[in-house]
């Protein structure tokens, strides 16, 4: 049997543990490195992650962190069970399969813990005024792009044309872009709609209300929260876009809302994930000015909606802070 080179156990150590007490040649430490998996770059996983990177290597003593382009929440917690990355953005939804091991991830459930639930996704489905398009069953017989594969806006876009009555595997021509993709194919006619689970102002979507001759329409969808429910208890909520987030909005638009988290490998250093949660609170400023999703994060908020157990390193940092975290 072929052995493992140092290189390779280095990187599993990595991945799994956070640590590199890996001797150079000139005797010293090497620093300690870390991958955060993110999502495309017109989301905003990308940004945000790249913000915690900056931050986490600005004020770690010795460590440098990395914001990964990904296809999203699926992919990105393979990463973390596979010990390719370290630090991770999700989708409540997502990690509640993962931690169980089901759907995408069968058989292989992923030991994630939780550092923080961050914000609210906003479940967009999006068209043009000019599509005729005026509601979510609207979308049968469509050309309708489902999200990148891989990605939480696939889980659920799916589950949203489920609980409309659409058979997403049949009922609609799907196309498995994600957001910047859509933007473009949309723009040129290729698609009739598509769905983005995220943030607001999403810079993708931003870009398409901006464009001249265009007028971007927003589905509303927050009617299927309650057969959301139904089949998959709390990890859906009603959510509204407000009108002021997109130029042309006539109004608000009450949409499926679903948790965002930063989650990292269960064997991830106490102290290390202490810090990570520490500065995700105190450089929270820094953060709102890369992306102003940051802003909304609180402490009240943080542990509430995660279907995975939080870092023993995240319960202390709450702990210190006087909030009492939720039983594992």
Known sequence: MRRPTIRRLVRSTIALSGLMAVACGGGGLTKQRLSIATGGTGGVYYP??????????ANLPNTEATAEVTSGSVDNLKFIRDGKSDIAFTLADTLDEAVKGRGAFEGRRVPAAALAVIYTNFTHVVTL??????????LRGKVVATGAPG????VIAFRTLEAAG??????????????AQAVDALKDGKIDAFFWSGG??????????????????????GDLVPPLQQKYRSLY????????????LPADVPVIGVANLVVVHAAMPEQLAYDVTRLLFEKQHELAAIHPQASVLTLG???????????KGAIRYYREKSVVPPPS
């Open 200 to 221: 607001v102002p999403t810079a993708a979507v931003l870009d398409l209300a901006n464009t001249p001759a265009m007028t971007l329409k927003l589905l509303p969808n």
């Open 151 to 154: 990605s939480g806006t696939e």
């Open 301 to 311: 908020t943080a542990l509430i909606g995660s279907p995975a157990p939080f870092h």
């Open 237 to 248: 909520h009603a959510a509204t876009i407000p009108k002021s987030a997109y130029p042309g």
């Open 48 to 57: 945000y992650g790249g913000g915690l990177a900056k931050i986490i290597s």
């Open 129 to 138: 005024a000019s599509s005729g398009i005026n509601e979510i069953a609207g």
């Open 166 to 179: 659409i058979d997403p595997t049949r009922e609609v021509q799907k196309q498995g872009l994600g957001v």
